[in-house]
């Protein structure tokens, strides 16, 4: 198979990218290697900032047709005290909410709405294995399909593989490690008709979770200290769930759903960049060019903005060709900057207030001083939910539509 430019991994990077290079008319391919985009727990985060760009694609009425729930004021408890962390009704933008919507749903939809461009084709069932070399060039992926290996030639190979990229890896690409001092275990607990809580993270001495209200089960992630997964589990699950009940009351009856902890999915969570974004015929995106911790859920969107800078950078160009590699590094002197930003933004967090309240011990937390300011000066909840929900310079199609 001979194509202008591969995409490996149909996430939200991979499939934004591909709807948008199939809109300009790109001959494009993505390659997903799971057969549908069914996967628990993946971030379901869907920002003003990804929401704009659905607008800006015509994508937004079909889109917001889909179940979510939507969240504009973030509350959150501190060691017994409320505090106010951002409020999304206070930005200046057409969808001043975060909606949360089952990342299969956002992904299936692209899927969906691009199949009316003839130059895109997304092949599910079909992984990535290694990637075809010219000399220096990379110039496509072998594939396993599940009828046998295919090659995959094309002018520009577009990493979209997550944040375990086997591209970024076989490129030899360097990731540098900003770390993080958490994990996280996700599940899910029952919901009864009527029950609400405006409460979203809850930090106690030694303990830290957050509640998700999806319609009609709770989205819990409860936070535990790095590497301390099989210290968790050898305590038992009914433990964990005791700590659960006592910090969140409201989730106590729900949580008999939670039967065995293979209803417990670990995120492993990393913080990291890649120092070099490319290689001639190779660019890396999304998780596979930066890991985010999960603290504002803003991986997901800054995987969609990425893909957008992309387009923009690189449609019309890759329309004679593949780009040098000093024109792919325009994606990564446009991108570094947000992600750097953003990941100082998590870093700070870590530091101050998880790292605070993971540490051993019953001693009372103090509320760090500039939580106690934000939930006491109304119009900075604006400017945290603008960090939050926008993010640092924030992307507008501007690729061109030939559809
Ligand atoms: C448990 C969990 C919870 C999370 N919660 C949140 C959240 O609440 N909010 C948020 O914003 N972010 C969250 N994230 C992070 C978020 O999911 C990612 O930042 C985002 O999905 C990154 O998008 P991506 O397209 O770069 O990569 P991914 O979403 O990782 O997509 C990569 C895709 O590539 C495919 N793939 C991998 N290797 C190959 C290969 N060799 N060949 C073909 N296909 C391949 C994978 O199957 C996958 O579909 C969470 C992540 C996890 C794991």
């Known amino acids: 198979m001979k194509v202008r430019c591969c995409i490996v991994g149909g996430g939200p990077a991979g499939m934004m990218l591909g709807y948008l290079l199939g809109r300009a008319g790109i001959e494009v391919v993505v390659l997903e290697k799971h057969a549908d985009f069914f996967r628990d727990f993946r971030g379901d985060t869907v920002h003003p900032s990804t929401l704009q760009v659905m607008d800006e694609l015509g994508l937004i009425d079909g889109f917001l047709k889909l179940p979510h729930q939507r969240l504009q004021k973030m509350q959150g408890m501190f060691g017994g005290e409320t505090v106010r962390i951002a409020d999304l009704s206070r930005l200046h933008v057409k969808y001043p909410f975060i909606a949360f919507m089952p990342q299969w749903d956002f992904l299936n939809f692209l899927r969906e709405s691009g199949k009316r461009f003839a130059s895109l084709k997304v092949m599910m069932s079909t992984e990535a294995i290694d990637l075809i070399r010219d000399g220096e060039r990379v110039s496509g992926v072998k594939a396993k399909m599940p009828d046998g290996i295919i090659d995959i030639e094309a002018d520009l190979t577009v990493a979209c593989d997550g944040r375990h990229s086997l591209v970024r890896e ?106 070099r974004w490319t290689r001639p015929g190779l660019l890396c995106i999304g998780d596979a060019a930066h890991a985010m911790s999960p603290i504002g859920g803003v991986g997901v969107n800054l995987a969609v903005q990425d893909a957008v800078a992309t387009a923009n950078l690189l449609a019309s160009r890759l329309a004679s060709g593949c780009p040098s590699e000093d024109e792919l590094d325009a994606v990564r002197r446009r991108r570094a900057f947000p992600v750097r930003m953003t990941q100082r933004m998590q870093v700070v967090v870590q530091n101050n207030i998880v790292n605070a309240a993971l540490k051993p011990g019953n001693e009372p937390l103090k509320v760090p001083f500039v939580m106690r300011l934000v939930t006491a000066v109304p119009w900075l909840q604006g400017i945290t939910a603008r960090l939050v929900g926008l993010g640092v310079r924030p992307e507008h199609v501007q690729s061109p539509d030939r559809a």
Not at 204 to 230: E, L, N, S
Not at 256 to 268: A, C, F, I, P, Y
Request: one cysteine or more; proline letters at 5%.
């Open 170 to 275: 076989r490129a030899g690409l360097e990731v540098e490690e900003i770390g993080a001092p958490m994990d996280v275990l996700w599940f899910r607990a029952g919901k009864q008709e009527g029950e609400s809580e405006n409460l979203f993270a809850r930090i106690d001495p030694g303990k830290m979770m957050v509640t998700f209200d999806r319609g009609d089960y709770w989205q819990c992630a409860f936070v535990i200290p790095k590497g301390q997964h099989d210290a968790v589990r050898a305590r038992g699950l009914t433990a964990l769930l005791d700590d659960v009940a006592r910090m969140a009351p409201i989730l106590k009856p729900g949580l008999s759903e939670v039967k065995s902890w293979d209803d417990v999915k670990l995120l492993t969570v990393a913080v990291n960049r890649l120092k």
